[in-house]
């Protein structure tokens, strides 16, 4: 018995000596790849730019991974998954795999010695580049682009990634028997969480009024796939709650792996899922995820309901017949029409159960009382600038924004289709943020807006120049927005601080309406400040005090475009000219169209020319098109009229 027992354990041993060898050979190559990839991504990059003092001086990488971070992405993404599907060939070649399994190893012990051969081949590259960098590190200077501990850094986080990447690939080889469908399968589950998130993201604006979805894509969660947080880390890393999850996942892939493999059975090669629970899953997972994107892709189209529809019929069809033939292995499938069916019923179940808005998503207007603060723009983009975030805290604004919002809400059908964008951000007093996005036509809501952007509040929180000190200005230039070179600067501090004042009280003075006008502004504004906190803003049309007082000071000639910088003026009827705006032109085209056009209006009056250069507008959505012809270098610029600023000699002149 005794004699028995030694030579099974001396089997055993000699079998798992042959198992390292056989791999070793067999995917070791992949070890070697991964490692000379790295080293010329990484080390080599190293050596040849602190060995060459002139690139030296143009780079000012912190963190290993700005090294070729494209080489090392494409790596770390394509290693583990070849590593993966290589390793564990034999469970997807019967021949292979009875052999395998006819062997006197027990299954557990076949998984550890496969999966732990696979985490060394992706560890020693890593060991060695890392050992290599340390060597290079104090003859080299390296401390001049990153410190000690970004070597750490970079070995561990790009060990993490591997890791986790190719414990994913061992999974997917547990629950399949086709190589193909293990690599595939493996960068679907790893970019699974983040692309049905950005799929609902598009969608849900269809089902939930007011659903802010670029609010929503933009929280960071590139994080929720490793592969993707990957493709980040030259220039966001890691936080330790997202290194806490992925090593977590490690662990669990591996547990989950193992379980799966003790009860998969022998036999089950050359199928796309072995399970035939995973097959329903991955069947109308594929169709659910296509429906999303059909319906993300036409609804976004903005062809209404009927398009929208259609896309989701075409995207379901589409992804449940594809899985059909994965599953099937064949492109001649045997169509199981019920249960494309019964998943539609599912659908239209889903869909009118949220027309009931059973959470009050749409109707959730927080109380004035619940609210510390309010931000009201045109989009997420003016919410999510950190250098000139604003919000309004006083009652009568807070109040003011939760009126327009519940007009907009209880208007939701007039509202839709429209062009203006009303975004809504509150901070509660309970530390939450209550955030909504519509789609609305501002000019119905003028009367809430008109209030709310006059307010002073609103004036002082949009306007950076309020918290401008005088004493801190160095100069304020003046520069024309047309294709002008001319300039007006202004250094006196007894100018500047004048000039400050008008300006201070031009933005108290303006209405909403000459906040709205699209007329294009005279010239922009540029403070500089000591403290390098330098603004900009657009000296409007309406700002006459500042056009009077720049005059005094001898300076409109080159603060803004006069008649003298334009040689002549041509106006013309938009429907006249053979052009197609919408499919776009170059200035210089439509210029010589309406120069050779037979009823074009050309001015070269001095006052015409200034009357039409407060009246154009800076869009091309006018009903007549004006061409400036201008002296510095023959420049050419495109305006338009819009009805109500349509000066009386062009009317004149068309009629």
């Known amino acids: ?91 997807q070649v019967r021949s292979y795999s009875d052999f395998m399994h006819s062997l006197p190893i027990k299954r557990e012990s076949i998984f550890h010695q496969y ?49 986790l990447i190719y414990m994913a690939g061992v999974f997917i080889a547990m629950i399949t028997g086709l190589s193909a469908v293990q690599g595939a399968l493996t960068y679907i589950i790893l970019l699974l969480p983040i692309g049905l998130l950005v799929l609902l993201g598009f969608n849900l604006p269809f089902y939930l009024y007011g659903f802010p979805d670029q609010y929503f894509l933009a929280n960071k969660i590139e994080s929720i796939s490793p592969l993707v947080a990957l493709t980040y880390l030259d220039h966001s890393p890691l936080g330790t709650v997202e290194i806490i999850i992925y090593i977590i996942l490690i662990f669990t892939f591996y547990g989950i792996s193992l379980w799966v493999y003790k009860r998969r059975k022998q036999e089950a090669v050359s199928q796309a899922l072995i399970f035939p629970l995973l097959k329903p899953v991955f069947k109308y997972g594929a169709t659910f995820c296509t429906m999303l994107l059909g319906g993300m892709y036409f609804g976004k189209m903005e062809g209404g309901t009927f398009w929208l529809i259609a896309g989701y019929l075409f995207g379901a069809i589409l992804g449940y017949f594809v899985a059909e033939m994965v599953l099937q292995k064949s492109w001649r499938i045997v169509i199981h029409i019920k249960g494309l069916i019964r998943y539609a019923g599912v659908m239209v179940i889903l869909v009118i159960l949220f027309q009931f808005d059973f959470t009050q998503y ?22 999510s600038d950190k250098k000139s975030p604003y919000s309004l805290k006083e009652p009568e604004n807070i109040d003011l924004v939760r009126r327009l919002h519940k007009e907009i809400v209880s208007n939701k059908t007039d509202n839709k289709m429209n062009r203006d964008n009303a975004f809504f951000a509150y901070e509660l007093k309970n530390g939450k943020t209550l955030v909504r996005s519509y789609q609305i ?36 230039t003046i520069r ?21 004042s008008i300006l201070k009280e ?41 056009e009077q007082w720049l005059s005094e000071k001898g300076l409109l000639e080159n603060a803004r475009v006069n008649a003298s910088d334009i040689s002549k003026i041509y ?14 032109y170059s200035y210089e085209e439509v210029f010589d169209e309406m120069e050779s ?56 002149y068309f009629q």
């Open 115 to 163: 999966t732990l051969a696979g985490c060394v081949f992706l560890i020693l590259p890593n060991i060695i580049n890392a050992i290599i960098i340390f060597a290079l590190y104090l003859p080299l200077n390296l401390a001049d682009f990153f410190t000690i501990s970004e070597i750490f850094k970079w070995f561990g986080i790009t060990i993490m990634f591997n890791l």
């Open 571 to 584: 106006v013309a009827r938009k429907d006249d000219l053979e052009l197609n705006f919408a499919g776009g």
């Open 362 to 383: 749409e109707k959730n207007v927080p109380y004035t009382s619940e609210i510390e603060s309010v931000h009201l723009s045109d989009n997420y983009y003016f919410f």
């Open 1 to 91: 018995m005794k004699w028995g027992m030694l030579a099974m354990q001396s089997k055993i041993s000699l079998g798992n000596r042959e198992i390292w060898k056989t791999l070793t050979r067999s995917v070791g190559w992949v070890s070697i790849i991964f490692f000379l990839g790295q080293f010329i991504a990484v080390p080599l990059e190293i050596l040849m730019t602190s060995s060459s003092e002139e690139h030296r001086k143009y780079v000012y990488e912190e963190s290993l991974f700005q090294f070729n971070s494209e080489i090392q992405v494409a790596l770390n993404i394509a290693i583990p998954v070849l590593l993966a599907v290589f390793l564990f060939r034999f469970l």
């Open 506 to 546: 031009e933005i108290n003075r303006a209405t909403y309406e000459e906040t709205q006008d699209f007329n294009g502004p005279n010239s922009i504004i540029e403070i500089m400040q000591r403290n390098d906190k330098n603004i900009s803003m657009e000296w409007r049309v309406s700002y006459k005090q500042l």
């Open 480 to 500: 024309p927005v047309e294709p002008i070179s001319k300039k007006a600067v202004i250094v006196d501090p007894e100018d500047l601080k004048e000039m400050l």
């Open 441 to 476: 036509d501002k000019k119905e809501y003028a009367h809430f807006y008109k209030l709310i952007h006059e307010s002073d509040e609103y004036k002082r929180t949009t306007n950076e120049i309020f918290n401008v000190n005088v004493d801190q200005i160095e100069k304020i």
């Open 597 to 652: 056009h037979s009823n074009t209006l050309k001015i070269t009056d001095k006052n015409k020319i200034e009357t039409i250069l407060q009246n154009a507008n800076s869009y091309i959505d006018g009903s007549y098109v004006v061409g400036f012809y201008y002296k510095e270098e023959g420049t050419i610029e495109i305006k338009s009229f819009t009805d109500k600023n349509i000066p009386d000699f062009v009317k004149q």
